[in-house]
Every structure is written in structure tokens, then in C-alpha cells.
Nanobody, 118 residues
């Protein structure tokens, strides 16, 4: 069973930075899209950033200019560089790998807590 292993979460003061990473526990076929989601207490999970196999990126408006998603195709690893963090960025962050046919899948990470204090 493939797991996505996340790391890099933690506690940081407002204005600080964190870098999240996510890699599969086993060798997998390359995903078409790598995504970062987050879920704050009492809120729905939201898509924060996406990067496609071709390198196209998309961000939710609230993180544009502050977060950068990148990927290492050789390692099937995705990163989320988070700068100028705000208290409203506090959430559990989840990575997701999606692949279309053939050999389609949707894999999720276990989540990593990011807490931004004033």
C-alpha cells in the first residue's frame, strides 16, 4: 500500500517561513498532478496549490505571491515553500498525488500541522 509521507510542518511566527515536502513510500508511476490541500478547524478542506507533470502551477488567491509549489520528477517529490506566513494559514496540510489512466490512482498524505502564531 502506497503512502505519501509529508514533513516540514511546525510552529512559526507570523512573517516566517516553512517548507513542506511529500514523497511516496514506494515507487509509483509518475503522477499527472501533485496537490497541496489544507484544512483549518471547522472549515472545509481547500486546494492550496497544484503542479502538473508539465510544470504548470496554480494557487488559491489567498496564497499567491507567498507560496511556491515545486516538484522533483526524478524522486516523485513535491514541495511547498511557504513565506510571509499569516495566522490564517494555520491548518493541517495534506499532499495528494493524482494520476489518470493508465494505472490511475489518488494517493493522500497523513497531514502535517502548520501553526502560525502572532
Amino acid at each position: 500500500q502506497v503512502r505519501l509521507v509529508e514533513s516540514g510542518g511546525g510552529l512559526v511566527q507570523a512573517g516566517g517561513s516553512l517548507r513542506l515536502s511529500c514523497a511516496p513510500s514506494l515507487t509509483i508511476f509518475s503522477p499527472n498532478a501533485m496537490n497541496w490541500y489544507r484544512q483549518a478547524p471547522g472549515k472545509q478542506r481547500e486546494l492550496v496549490a497544484t503542479i502538473t507533470s508539465g510544470g504548470t502551477t496554480n494557487y488559491v488567491d489567498s496564497v499567491k505571491g507567498r507560496f511556491t509549489i515545486s516538484r522533483d520528477n526524478a524522486k516523485n517529490t513535491v514541495y511547498l515553500q511557504m513565506n510571509s506566513l499569516k495566522p490564517e494559514d494555520t491548518a493541517v496540510y495534506y499532499c495528494n498525488f493524482h494520476r489518470d489512466r493508465p494505472f490511475s490512482y489518488d494517493h493522500w498524505g497523513q497531514g502535517t500541522q502548520v501553526t502560525v502564531s502572532l
